[in-house]
Every structure is written in structure tokens, then in C-alpha cells.
């Protein structure tokens, strides 16, 4: 797959998550920050980055800059997934489907900052197993890395798109008595 290059898009950053971490060192505590990003254009390519510093600002930054390196491109239909799916990280279990116009992002926490950065604005999830954002957010990833649109799915069977869809009659032998 080709890497799609940030500097061309107008991406919109989000922070999902910023977490505390303590080292307890000879001298008391050190605390240190680490930060989930989702980065996003609305029109299909989002990206994921943690970043960890012992600023919140410069783990945020750094996580930005994580997630502008690992952006994928989600194939949409009408401001909604293509097709159900579920994905799967760890302990983490999301669950996306696809929704009529005018329901609106129906999810919660990481998975809604995710979907709203991707463009998608119809549609239905359920977060099982694991609550951790962390594995959250991946199990998204994953989900809307493995979406699928029509034309590559008629490429890989190697039919059309409407046979894909079962719309075209097959032909019969016709034989005259």
C-alpha cells in the first residue's frame, strides 16, 4: 500500500487520551505523560499516534507526529462504512455498522473521535471486552483497515461489480426442441 503523504491533506488533530505516568526514583516521584492522537482529513484518511514526554504539550506534538506517519485510507459510501465489521486488539473488541443517513456517529470515547476524524457521519458501534483506550483505539484501526469497498472486492473475485451483487441473471443454455 502506498504511504499517503501527510503535507497534502488538511488534517485535524484530536486528542483521545492523556495518561500520567510516575517512576518512583531515589528522590521522590518523576512524572511523565503519554498521549493518544487521532489525526484526521474528514474525507476518509485517519492515523494513530501515542506519543510520550515529560510534557503534556510535547507528548501530544510527538504523538501528532506518530499519527501523521501511519495514515491509512477508509473507503466510505455516503458518510457511512461500507459494511459491518468487527475489530480486534488485545483484550479490546470494536464492533461498526453501518447506519442510515441521519442517525448520526452513535459510539463513545476513542472510537468517536475516530470515526468523526475519518469523515463517517451515520453510524453504529459497541465497544466489548477491554475498556483501555489504548486497545480501543487499535481494534478501530484495525476494523477500518480490514473495510473492504466494492471494487476491490470484484477485482479479487474477478467478477464485475454488479455480479458482485448478485444483479445480473445468469445465462442460461438454451436449447431448441
Known amino acids: 500500500m502506498d504511504r499517503i503523504n501527510p503535507n497534502e491533506l488538511d488534517l485535524n488533530e484530536k486528542v483521545v487520551h492523556v495518561n500520567r505516568v510516575a517512576k518512583v526514583v531515589k528522590g521522590g516521584r518523576r512524572f511523565s505523560f503519554n ?11 485517519v492515523g494513530v499516534g501515542l506519543g510520550k514526554a515529560n510534557e503534556v504539550a510535547d507528548s501530544i506534538s510527538k504523538g501528532t507526529e506518530v499519527a501523521k506517519k501511519n495514515l491509512i485510507l477508509v473507503p466510505l459510501l455516503n458518510g457511512t462504512l461500507t459494511h459491518e465489521i468487527e475489530g480486534k486488539y488485545g483484550a479490546g473488541r470494536v464492533f461498526l455498522k453501518p447506519a442510515a443517513p441521519g442517525t448520526g456517529v452513535i459510539a463513545g470515547g476513542p472510537v468517536r473521535a475516530i470515526m468523526e476524524a475519518v469523515g463517517v457521519t451515520d453510524v453504529l458501534t459497541k465497544s466489548r471486552g477491554s475498556a483501555n483506550p489504548h486497545n480501543v483505539v487499535k481494534a478501530t484501526m484495525v476494523a477500518l483497515e480490514n473495510l473492504m469497498d466494492v471494487q476491490s472486492i470484484a477485482r479479487k473475485r474477478g467478477l464485475s461489480v454488479m455480479r458482485v451483487f448478485n444483479t445480473v441473471p445468469k445465462v442460461k443454455d438454451t436449447v431448441e426442441e
Open 35 to 45: 498521549a493518544i492522537v487521532v489525526v484526521g482529513d474528514g474525507k476518509g484518511h
